[in-house]
C-alpha cells in the first residue's frame, strides 16, 4: 500500500502512514475509504509497536473538501450524503483510536477541523511551532462534528475546550502545546527529525506492553470496568508473554 491518498508502510516494528491528497488532504469519499483500507491492514497485527502518521504535503489535513460541501450543502440529499461520510470518519477515527499500536502523528503544518480531529484521535501529537491548528467550523455555522467536541473536553478539558470550539479560534503549536492539545512543539526544521527518533525509540518497546498500557489508560474513569483489576489482567498476559520474559531476563542480567 505505497500508493494512494493515504500511503501505509510497514517495517515492523513501526508503520508508517503519509496523507497524500494534494494540496492540502481534504477529507471526502476517497479520503476515508484510504483510511479504512489502511486500517484493515493494521488492525489484529501483534508485530506493530509504533503507528507514525504523517503528511506528504506542507498542510497536514484542511479538514473537509469544500468543492465536495458546495456540491452537497444545498440538497437535502446532499446533506443527508455529508451525514454519512461524518458517520463513515467518525468510525475510522474510532478505529484509529482503538488500535493495539501507539498511534503518532506528526503535525507540519495546518490541521483544521477533521484534520486536527484525526489527530485528537492519536495518542501522542507533534507539532511544529508555527504549525496552524484548531476546531474553527463554528466560524461556518457547523460544529466539530467526527469527534471533536468529544475528544478535546475529554484530553483537556471543558475550559479549553470552550475556548477552542466556541471562539473558532486557530492557534499555533507553541500555545497548543500549552493548552495540552499537543504533547511536543518543536521548531518546524527540527520536526522531522525529531519525530523520528522518537518513533525509533517508541519502536524499541514491547507492542504488547504498549498495547496493555492504552487499554488501562483508557479504562480511567470508566463506569463499566475496574481499571484497577485490569491492570492485574494486563499484568498476568504480559509475564506469560514470551517477548516480556525476554526481556525482564535481560534486565536482570545487566543489573546482576
Partial sequence: MADGIVKLEIAAPVATITL????????????????????DALEGRRDIAVVHIRSAAKVF?????????????STP?????????????QRVLDRIEALGAVTLVEL??????????????CDLRVASQTAK???????????????????????????VARRIILTAEVIDGQTAVGLG????????????????????RLGKLSP?????CKRCIASAGSLTIDGSELEVQETRMLYGDADTQQR??????RAG
Fill in 20 to 39: 497524500n491528497r494534494p494540496p492540502v488532504n481534504a477529507i471526502d469519499q476517497s479520503y476515508v475509504d484510504g483510511w479504512s483500507t489502511a486500517l
Fill in 61 to 73: 489535513c484542511a479538514g473537509a473538501d469544500l468543492a465536495l460541501m458546495r456540491e452537497l450543502v
Fill in 77 to 89: 440529499q446532499g446533506c443527508e450524503q455529508m451525514i454519512e461520510l461524518i458517520r463513515r470518519y
Fill in 108 to 121: 507540519g503544518g495546518a490541521a483544521l477541523g477533521g484534520g486536527f480531529e484525526l489527530a485528537l484521535a
Fill in 133 to 159: 491548528l484548531g476546531l474553527p467550523e463554528a466560524g461556518l455555522g457547523l460544529i466539530p462534528g467526527a469527534g471533536g467536541t468529544q475528544r478535546l473536553t475529554r484530553i483537556c478539558g471543558e475550559a
Fill in 181 to 200: 492539545m499537543v504533547h511536543f512543539a518543536q521548531p518546524a526544521e527540527q520536526l522531522q527529525t525529531w519525530t523520528h527518533e522518537l518513533v525509533q
Fill in 208 to 212: 504488547q506492553a504498549l498495547g496493555a
Fill in 248 to 253: 525482564v531476563h535481560a534486565f536482570l542480567n
